[in-house]
């Protein structure tokens, strides 16, 4: 067998039902794509994806400092750290951590920097249906504030390896 020009009048147009489906499909792409700006906007969903470029040992380095300044405990070797409100709070991610603690005000709004150290880890908070890339290089910049009190459990939801499946941290919220 060998491939061979197809015979001269192949192409047929679609009818029918497959015209119908191709045009249902296409209907979709450009509901979806009107859709990416509007819950921007309106359903407050896609981040505008603030980020700038950072080495990360600088990163680690950023971290350092701000666990070291606004350190108010420690869990299980983790340290807790409080930022003040309004101000700038770290999440470092690498295999198979996230790192420090964060400890917020409920209604009180953060600037959260998050980066890699190693590899491509996700962001995703549980409950609440949030969910962001970590990157190595980048520092990714999310501005947050917390509408409930508890403690949500941070987890890595893109797979970064063998210890993947316990990658978690955690955030606590107080009134
Ligand atoms: Cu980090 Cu999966």
């Not at 990163?59 to 400092?65: G, I, K, W």
Request: glycine share 10%; aromatic share 10%; net charge positive.
């Amino acid at each position: 067998m060998s491939i061979s020009t197809p015979a001269q009048g192949w192409f047929k147009a679609p009818s029918g039902g497959e015209r119908a489906w191709i045009g249902l499909a296409l209907l979709w792409c450009v509901v979806l794509t009107l859709a990416m700006p509007y819950w921007h906007y309106k359903g407050k969903q896609n981040s505008t994806g603030e980020s700038y470029r950072v080495e990360p040992a600088a990163f680690q380095a950023r971290v350092d400092r701000f666990v070291k300044t606004n350190k108010v405990g420690e869990e299980k070797g983790v340290a807790i750290v409080e930022p003040s409100p309004g101000g700038d709070a770290y999440l470092l991610a690498q295999m198979w951590r996230f790192s420090p603690i964060l400890k917020l005000r409920k209604g009180q709004s953060y600037r959260l920097h998050m980066s890699s150290l190693d590899l491509q880890h996700g962001f995703s908070v549980q409950p609440v249906n949030l969910n962001f890339q970590i990157l190595p290089g980048y520092d990714h910049v999310i501005t947050i504030t917390p509408t409930m009190s508890g403690d949500f459990n941070v987890i890595c939801n893109e797979f970064c390896g063998i210890g993947h499946h316990t990658m978690t941290g955690k955030i606590i919220v107080e009134d």
